[in-house]
């Protein structure tokens, strides 16, 4: 089969490599979609050798001799394992913490490629009303549920989302559907401010506006109750502390490899909590993928860009740019 | 009365004033010790006019108008901060530092260094004949490390480890075994206040000869504790909580350091960390403080350093702010 594989820093080639080989409780899948995600982005810049792609959906071709309940045919969105199931963190449902992470994370064949295999326990049913390019956004869609669960925000809660990236669209939607009084948010690419106009009271253009003046200002003073920091750069890292009111959270979503200058006094003198927010924990993509099939939230217009597999390189450079929405890879 | 006033910095004088005159709702106690906060330091040392002394015991000996339940003679401690039970958050049942009013009176606030200071009649509370003013001085700091220990949601069994050895730092160290952690590391640069910790903490460790992160995280076989409290201030302990916690551990920061810290924001991502910071307690921690004491669930005998009277209170400040040993009472 066909596979995107990392070769160098920003360079996929496509190559001829065997088809997965199915343990007795797994299934083989034909992918039909696979997003690309900011880890993905990530690893693209580092030129790790790694075949990435886990925000899939597809149809299942084989099966392992185990598996029950589950045929070739199958329609399917595939909830990723990057874990070992047996750690201290995978027996309590926090996969983003297994101590095998990194070492599974090396031998993940990704689905950047015509087919992946998944565990027969992965799987999720697609109804007919999900396409399977909506499917491919349950993945996202979960961690955007897993940060607001972190946040313990509550029904008529004020949030402020910062940075309007495919996660921070996902957690102003979530959010919303979730019972939030007002959601406002931040970002600096007029695509992406676009893209929050249905679903934000207001989307700050931080070109424009000071966005901590603002929102204070929109919240007359006092600052929302949450803050949600989604771009993973210095500059809203910061912001979040001034901005969320006293006694708020700040749960982190974004991933900043920069050392961050923070006043710690501040985090004190406000009772602040802060939280990173890593993956998902059990339970919580079946309870995404309910949202979208309920369309509690809107993602059809958050998918602006599919591409074939062969174009990934051109499509990782566009995903780079911070403009849009999700990018799609279809094999 | 005689009272302590910050009037420059680095400059506390003892003063002449009236003695305070009751609302209905207010009793005069007459304070027999009072300690010395980090907070009252910050204020000499910045000059800032506010009042100073807040962890003190007493006797009442005046009661207003409208008092209940308290007669002259009743030797109490007292909570000095107060909140309003009105405004949104205290209505949550929220931290009292987040009382809209908070801040306020914490500026009108006139200090307990001083012969007399009045208090609302519900900021008292009654001191058994087993619990001697002194320890009863302690009861302000006990409660800001319960609500510290509380506020990490620390269960039986966890493992802690306390950066800084102040008395916050001795104090939590105390609470944490107090309420069931398995092990308690300390770590701290003052052979005198490693040594105040000896008889509490698993491991005190001294950091001008062993690095703690390496040091804490053999002794947890590199998984890191569960919880972290970070007393101590500094910019290279406030980094090394993030590094020596445990993944999906919890951070909780109780020193005001107002250096800017460079944070790799990207580990409390990957490690799913919680950091919290607080201010104050929530309603009723001060009552349990004070039942610790009582009950010697925590031991703060050995954290009395020393008494000095009200005309030294400069000295005790200077001695204060070298950072040795334990807590100085001032007796006015």
């Not at chain 1, 001799?65 to 595939?78: E, L, M, N, Q, T």
């Not at chain 1, 949202?291 to 174009?311: N, Q, S």
């Not at chain 2, 305070?20 to 906060?37: F, H, I, M, S």
């Not at chain 2, 949550?92 to 530092?97: F, K, L, T, V, Y």
Request: proline share 4%.
């Amino acid at each position: 089969m066909r596979s995107a594989i990392l070769e160098d820093v920003r360079r996929f080639a496509i190559r001829e490599v065997p088809d997965p080989i199915l343990g007795k409780d797994e299934v083989l899948i034909k992918v039909q979609y696979c997003g690309v995600c900011g880890s993905d982005l990530h690893i693209y810049e580092m030129g790790t050798a790694i075949r990435p792609g886990h925000e899939f959906s597809g149809d299942i071709v084989d099966v392992g001799s185990d598996v029950k309940g589950w045929r070739i045919g199958d329609r399917v969105a595939v909830e990723p394992r990057i874990s070992c199931g047996g750690c201290y963190w995978c027996e309590r449902g926090e996969i983003g913490l297994c101590d095998q992470f990194y070492v599974a994370l090396e031998q993940y064949q990704g689905a950047f490629a015509t087919y992946a295999k998944a565990g027969c326990h992965q799987l999720h049913r697609l109804p007919d009303e999900i396409s399977y390019e909506h499917a491919a956004l349950i993945e996202p869609t979960t961690c955007a549920v897993h940060a607001i669960r972190l946040s313990e925000m509550q029904e008529g809660d004020i949030v402020a989302v910062l940075g309007l990236g495919p996660i921070g669209q996902l957690v102003a939607r979530v959010a919303r559907a979730l019972g939030a009084k007002s959601v406002y948010a931040t970002e600096k690419s007029q695509s992406r401010v676009e893209l929050a106009k249905d679903v934000a009271d207001e989307v700050v253009d931080v070109n424009v506006t000071n966005p901590v003046d603002r929102i204070l200002e929109l919240t007359q003073g006092t600052g929302p109750d949450i803050v949600f920091e989604c771009a993973g750069n210095v500059a809203t890292s910061q912001q979040s502390i001034p901005l969320v009111r006293k006694g708020g959270t700040i749960v982190i979503a974004g991933i900043c490899f920069d050392w961050v200058e923070t006043p710690i006094s501040s985090i004190v003198l406000k009772g602040l909590t802060v939280k990173g927010s890593i993956c998902f924990s059990d339970g919580e993509y079946a309870y995404a993928f309910d949202l979208i099939k309920d369309r509690k939230i809107d993602v059809a217009p958050l998918v602006t860009c599919k591409m074939p597999l062969d174009d990934i390189n051109e499509a990782f450079e566009k995903a780079s740019r911070g403009e849009g929405g999700k990018t799609l890879i279809k094999p | 009365m005689r009272a302590a006033m910050v009037e420059g910095k680095r400059k506390v004088v003892i003063r002449d004033v009236p003695v305070p005159v009751l609302d209905k709702d207010e009793v005069l106690v007459k304070v027999q010790y009072c300690g010395v906060c980090g907070s009252d330091l910050h204020r000499y040392r910045e000059g800032a006019r506010l009042g100073i002394g807040h962890e003190f015991s007493g006797d009442i000996v005046e009661i207003g108008s409208d008092v209940k339940g308290w007669k002259v003679g009743d030797r109490v401690a007292v909570e000095p901060h107060r909140f309003c039970g009105e405004c949104a958050w205290c209505r949550r049942g929220d931290e009292i530092g987040l009382c809209e009013k908070f801040y306020g009176w914490i500026e009108q606030y006139e200090g307990a260094f001083r012969t007399y200071a009045k208090v609302k009649y519900y900021q008292v509370y009654k001191l058994p004949d087993e619990l001697s003013y002194e320890h009863a001085a302690m009861i302000e700091p006990t409660t800001v490390a319960l609500h510290a220990v509380r506020l990490s949601e620390m269960k039986e069994g966890d493992v802690v480890a306390v950066l800084g050895l102040g008395p916050i730092g001795q104090l939590v160290a105390r609470v944490a075994r107090a309420l069931g952690a398995k092990s308690v590391y300390a770590t701290e640069a003052t052979p005198s206040r490693l040594e105040l910790a000896r008889d509490v903490v698993d491991e005190a460790i001294d950091i001008n000869v062993i690095n703690p992160v390496d040091r804490i995280l053999e002794l947890t076989d590199g998984v890191g504790p569960d919880i972290v409290f970070e007393c101590a201030g500094t910019v290279s302990a406030a980094q090394q909580s993030i590094a020596l916690v445990r993944k999906g551990g919890t951070i909780i920061a109780l020193s005001i350091c107002f250096d800017w810290v460079e944070i790799p924001f990207s580990n409390i991502v990957l490690k799913g960390l919680t950091l919290k910071g607080f201010v104050c307690w929530t309603p009723g921690e001060y009552a349990s403080a004070l039942n610790l004491i009582k009950d010697k669930r925590i031991a703060v005998a050995p954290l009395l350093m020393c008494k000095m009277q009200l005309d030294d209170i400069s000295e005790a400040f200077e001695q204060a702010s070298r950072g040795e040993g334990g807590t100085i009472l001032i007796k006015p």
